[in-house]
């Protein structure tokens, strides 16, 4: 069945980057937009980007715009976010998610902890 | 920014009666708003898209209904399962979630 795998996670300093993975499985990667969206601490869903199957469209929230970079390997069936210029407030749990509207697949989401 | 707004913020329910989450729009986002059901420590789950359409594998006594601004979930019977945190969102210009309604058991 499909399957989301997110890795990369971890503490940093803010003002650093990191750069996070997703791996796919059980379904047609290429076919498929693809987002991130993360989870603060005991906080609500927030939508940060989503791909679109070749990766000519791209979209961010405001939030992150100018900072983050996502991006998609098919033939490796990956797709990854780039996160630069990391704040405190970046401190979430990051899912991937499979499509660009509403999402139907998510993976178990990977820990960001931004200390300042 | 489109903002979506769920109330009630908690909703306590009793086991076998039925529970009515609603979701605003601050504009028109046509029949574009799902739903998902998150456990703690899980994963979102969807639930409902396109306002009303069951997303594979979810029972049929998960309804979704509304357009326009006005949203409702609807959950018959609840069950022990049932008791989790329901998020609605939009996805007629990019996405934005609700702040979620936690249904809790009375």
């Known amino acids: 069945q499909a399957q989301l795998v997110e890795s990369g996670g971890g503490l940093v300093k803010a003002g650093e980057s990191l750069r996070l993975s997703c791996a796919a499985s059980g379904f047609t990667f290429s076919d498929h937009y693809m987002s991130w969206i993360r989870q603060a601490p005991g906080k609500g869903l927030k939508w940060v980007s989503y791909i679109s199957t070749s990766g000519s469209a791209i979209f961010y929230a405001d939030s992150v715009k100018g900072r983050f970079t996502i991006s998609r390997d098919n033939a490796k069936n990956s797709l990854y976010l780039q996160m630069n210029s990391l704040r405190a407030e970046d401190t979430a749990i990051y899912y991937c998610?499979?499509?660009?509207?509403?999402?139907?697949?998510w993976g178990q989401g990977t820990t960001v902890t931004v200390s300042s | 920014e489109i903002v979506m707004t769920q109330s009630p913020a908690i909703l306590s329910v009793s086991p076998g009666e039925r529970a009515t989450l609603s979701c605003r729009a601050s504009q028109n986002v046509t029949s574009n708003l799902a739903w998902y059901q998150q456990k703690p420590g899980q994963a979102p789950r969807l639930l409902i898209y396109a306002t009303s359409i069951r997303a594979a594998g979810i029972p049929a006594s998960f309804s979704g209904s509304g357009s326009g601004t006005e949203f409702t979930l609807t959950i018959s019977s609840l069950q022990s399962e049932h008791f989790a945190v329901y998020y609605c969102?939009?996805?007629?210009?990019?996405?934005?979630f609700g702040q979620g309604t936690k249904l809790e058991i009375k």
């Open positions: 998610a499979r499509g660009g509207s509403y999402e139907d697949v």
């Open positions: 969102q939009q996805y007629n210009y990019l996405q934005t």
